[in-house]
């Protein structure tokens, strides 16, 4: 069913006076550390959806405000957490922010094979509908390099757009060089695909745009290709000397193809930057979980341990704030990595996939929001 019509603005802000009496009226700065006084588990703040934009056939633009007024805040490139109840579920889904800051902040959602959420925003949500966010997140944001190099495939786009925007229109693109490599299916699967090459007309010395389709129309004549190593390489070699930062954002077999073709240019890798469009809907426990409440440690810097248990199907990171630990989390769905944990001693089973690197996981690194304990565990998290 569609989201009913909102409210009038007035009557919007007397009817959430009483939700709203417990923030600050400012949204909170990435990785924000929540005081555990105030909060007894993982709490999104309302939005109201002030515009829906028809992208693509599959892709919807939320254009949200804070009810209060109060400018959006957060750097071009992270993500929010949309919270969603269908059908009696709670659904959690991160969507990159599509726009540079400075007022409200725009999501822009595409349709996924069998995605619950991504086809009801896209479906159902209408101006004056109001969503409940979490953050923002993430680190994939830029170094401040002189030249930068993104390269998107499919909904990868949303957080490059937020990145070249506060570059371009904000900065008058005076600030750095940007080349953008972005692939498709098709013409009609462009997001933003206009914006994209007005940019590049009006700003020919900062940004270049170029388009890779794998099945377009016959009147085509840009690059007719998936976004393969072959590909890539052809199209990123003559950036590969430079001094910049390549920024990768996409599928994952996207990601694969990129990194094999900047390896071959010789890129070195702290010059690579990514980020993972990973499906929560599709994750998976690989073991069965106890049907018991699990003991848990939390040292938490210098303070005395707590110790506290955690129910069956619940967090470590849910069970933590419930009990009044002061632990950071911002995304609390795997995107992240700021509730990341040592595990001294036990077991924890995660979902997969989630963002934390090989290197993490061999030095014994969990993640709270998605980690759950198979027995009695200590854990560690950094003050």
Request: some cysteine; glycine content about 10%.
């Amino acid at each position: 069913m569609p989201i009913a019509p909102f409210k009038p603005w007035m009557q919007l802000k007397r009817d959430l006076g009483m939700i709203l009496g417990g923030f600050t009226g400012r949204t909170p700065p990435p990785f924000h550390l929540r005081s555990a006084k105030h909060r007894v588990g993982i709490s999104p703040r309302p939005f109201v959806v002030r515009e829906v934009i028809r992208e693509t056939p599959d892709a919807v633009t939320l254009c949200l405000e804070d009810p209060t007024g109060t400018p959006v805040q957060f750097v071009p490139g992270q993500f929010f957490t949309l919270v969603l109840s269908l059908g009696g579920e709670e659904l959690r889904r991160a969507y990159s922010a599509s726009c540079a800051p400075g007022g409200a902040v725009r999501l822009t959602v595409k349709r996924v094979v069998d995605g619950r959420v991504s086809s009801y925003l896209n479906d159902h949500v209408q101006a004056g509908a109001v969503l409940k966010l979490l953050g923002p997140s993430g680190e994939f944001v830029s170094r401040g390099t002189p030249e930068l190099v993104l390269v998107a495939g499919g909904s990868g786009i949303t957080p490059m757009r937020a990145i070249i925007q506060d570059n371009l229109e904000r900065a008058g693109g005076a600030s750095r060089k940007i080349h953008l490599v972005y692939g498709n299916r098709s013409e009609r699967d462009v997001i933003f695909r206009e914006e994209l090459r007005a940019w590049a007309d009006r700003f020919p010395e900062q940004f270049s745009y170029v388009e890779v389709l794998s099945d377009p129309e016959a009147a085509y004549d840009g690059p007719r290709s998936m976004l393969t190593r072959d590909c890539l390489e052809r199209l990123l070699a003559t950036h590969a000397s430079g001094t910049g930062d390549f920024m990768l954002c996409g599928p994952e077999g996207m990601l694969v193809e990129a990194r094999v073709a900047l390896e071959r240019c010789g890129v070195a890798k702290e010059r690579i930057r990514e980020e993972r469009f990973t499906q929560p809907h599709l994750r998976q426990r690989a073991i069965d979980l106890p049907q018991s409440a699990q003991p848990v440690r939390l040292r938490l810097g210098k303070a005395t341990p707590l110790d506290f248990e955690v129910a069956p199907g619940r967090t470590l990171l849910e069970s933590a704030l419930a009990a009044g630990a002061d632990v950071p989390y911002s995304c609390a769905m795997g995107g992240c990595g700021r509730c990341k944990a040592k595990l001294v001693s036990g077991d924890v089973v995660m979902d997969e996939p989630n963002c934390l690197t090989e290197e993490e996981r061999e030095r014994g690194f969990v993640l709270g929001c998605v980690g759950r304990p198979l027995g009695p565990c200590e854990l560690e998290v950094e003050a």
